[in-house]
């Protein structure tokens, strides 16, 4: 099942596409207010095929509206934490010439700078080395502490395509890389959350990245360096997973600041991120109006 955020003239919503419609669930549901209230309602007591019994259940009395007629939002459009992986992918910890670490590397992102499908990503006036970073995002349904690696799968609603849109030269200030990862609107995710019965194996699933149409990131999830549950197992560990928290799992090799010359997104461009079975990601590249 696919779910999706989503705004309207009548404010925001969510809902499941349905042979190409969007069945309007917060309208059907009032207690249902957003995504994130729907999974933690959903999947409390149920598990991760909660939520699509829940929603098939009440599908049939819900408003249809089309797809092309909504903004879409961020899948989750104020989760309360946003962790991302880095250097996840063998490929990409080579080309940076980092050491291989212990545990995962873990950085954080703030929800307003994550933008959902269709809409642009802003390269600040600060900078033009505006980066790519195609990555599958995870969704929590199911909250925990101390989650078990053999349970992981059991709290995650979904997964979702997430593009870590990265101004490299702030990101490279210090070895934190807290300021290069929160610039508004520099990055994006969705179109939608696709629920985990649809998925099969998440290792099985594949990654491409391209920029104005040329492919310029590709790898299977099973070349992750930390697996999903091992990424939830660890997050978990230090911090109190809820639902609708987003877990951004790490980007193959090929970003634009290691490559020569370097290839970064410009105002015009089109970056698209597409994982097999989920859907694909797509937004152009404009730049911040300053103007007084």
Not at 110 to 132: I, K, M
Not at 193 to 205: C, K, S
Not at 223 to 228: K, Q, V
Request: charged residues 20%.
């Amino acid at each position: 099942m696919k779910l999706l955020s989503y705004r309207t003239s009548d404010g925001e919503s969510w809902g499941a596409l349905v042979d190409g419609e969007i069945v309007d669930l917060a309208t059907a549901n009032p207690g249902w207010a957003s995504l994130a209230a729907a999974l933690a309602a959903a999947l409390a007591d149920a598990g991760t095929d909660g939520i699509v019994r829940a929603v098939t259940a009440r599908a049939g009395t819900a408003p249809r509206l089309a797809l092309d007629s909504v903004t879409l939002l961020p899948v989750v459009p104020a989760p309360g934490k946003i962790l991302c992986v880095g250097l996840n992918f063998e490929k990409h910890r080579i080309e940076t010439g980092r050491e291989r670490t212990e545990h995962p590397v873990i950085f954080t992102r703030f929800p307003d700078t994550f933008v959902g499908h269709g809409t642009p990503l802003v390269r600040p006036a600060e900078s033009e080395r505006f980066d790519f970073e195609g990555e599958l995002a995870l969704v929590i349904g199911r909250g925990g502490r101390r989650i078990a690696r053999e349970n992981a799968l059991s709290h995650i609603a979904g997964v979702t395509c997430l593009n870590d849109g990265s101004i490299r030269d702030f990101q490279a200030h210090t070895h934190q890389f807290t300021p290069g990862k929160n610039f508004p609107a520099t990055g994006s995710i969705g179109p939608w959350l696709v629920t985990l019965d649809d998925i099969g194996e998440i290792a099985d699933l594949e990654l491409v990245t391209r920029l104005n149409g040329v492919e310029v990131q590709r790898a299977p999830l099973s070349d992750l360096t930390y697996s999903i549950p091992e990424i939830v197992a660890y997050c978990s560990s230090w911090t109190q997973l809820r639902p609708g928290d987003v877990i951004a799992t790490g980007t193959p090799g090929g970003i634009g600041a290691r490559r020569e010359p370097p290839l970064w997104m410009r105002p015009g461009d089109l970056c698209e991120v597409e994982v097999s079975g989920v859907g694909v990601l797509r937004n152009t590249i404009t730049t911040e109006d300053v103007t007084p």
